[in-house]
């Protein structure tokens, strides 16, 4: 320590274990060689891994560059391995995506230092979280912690299950997903049965529904409508005499096993509904 003027200097005292030299900040996760790093992650795209790429600074004082990858399955499973570190100073960390051209919504990482290697471990801190893809990847220091809810979610169209004939439809929400539904569309083949066939959309959460929507379009004998809902419409927009839209609540969120159902007053056994397609914006739902 110095002084000059009534002012104090405060020399740092280098940390043995980084060779002498002074350790500031970002060096916030000191190794002592119990802890260790964490990959985990979450994925809907086929053939995605999640590649680390870091540089250590050892107990010599030496720079070590490091690389590890995860694989992924593709069913919004957590996948997690945990890598020894050794004594020292993580640097800095980059995760991306490897194997698949992931977009954003798709493959969700998290890095984490931990202590423990076998056996009960404990979570000493998150070093990185987030959305990553090929081209887009997080760093550390640098890149702020994000829920895997937090901004645009992965647009899908999805082609739905023709139910039976006679039947309605039903699709879930996959578990692990997060759906805002933003169009929905099916056909119906109507027999010959003189009766007028009302149809309309819900979603249901443990079986209980939490609104119905019904279409202004109706079907007759023989007739083959076809019926689209979508958010940010009115209660009916007519396209032509054929073709209607009903409006949907904006956000309609779906989360794990909650349920989309058309069903149709009226139906007859012979009546089939076709080409049931959909629109959601999805975001992986991390527990």
Do not use: K
């Amino acid at each position: 320590m110095a002084t000059s003027g009534g002012e104090r200097v405060i020399t740092a005292s280098p940390i043995p274990i980084a060779g002498g030299r002074v350790v500031a900040a970002p060096f916030q996760f000191y190794l002592d060689g119990a802890d260790h790093l964490r990959v985990e992650g979450w994925n809907t795209a086929t053939g995605a891994a999640v590649q680390v790429f870091g540089r250590f600074l050892n107990e010599q004082g030496q720079v070590e560059v490091f690389a590890h990858v995860l694989p992924l399955t593709n069913d919004r499973l957590r996948a997690t391995e945990d890598f020894a570190m050794g004594r020292g100073f993580i640097l800095n960390l980059v995760a991306t995506v490897t194997g698949a051209t992931s977009l954003i919504g798709q493959t969700f990482a998290r890095l984490s230092v931990i202590r423990g290697f076998t056996g009960a471990t404990i979570v000493l801190g998150t070093l990185l979280q987030g959305y990553v893809t090929s081209q887009q990847g997080l760093g550390w220091p640098g890149s702020p912690i994000q829920a895997s809810t937090e901004g645009g979610g992965y647009p899908r169209a999805i082609t739905g299950t023709t139910p039976p004939a006679g039947a309605s439809v039903s699709e879930a929400c996959p578990t692990g997903a997060r759906w805002d539904l933003q169009a929905f569309h099916c056909g119906l083949t109507a027999d010959a049965t003189v009766v007028t066939r009302t149809v309309y959309l819900t979603t249901t959460r443990g079986g209980v529904h939490r609104f119905a929507q019904t279409h202004p379009q109706q079907a007759l004998a023989s007739q083959t409508p076809d019926w689209f809902w979508a958010g940010g419409v009115p209660t009916e927009t007519l396209i032509n005499n054929w073709y209607v839209t009903a409006g949907l609540p904006t956000p309609t969120i779906l989360l794990g096993s909650d349920e989309i159902r058309v069903l149709v007053l009226n139906i007859q056994a012979g009546d089939q509904i076709r080409d049931v397609t959909y629109l959601v914006e999805e975001w992986l739902e991390i527990e």
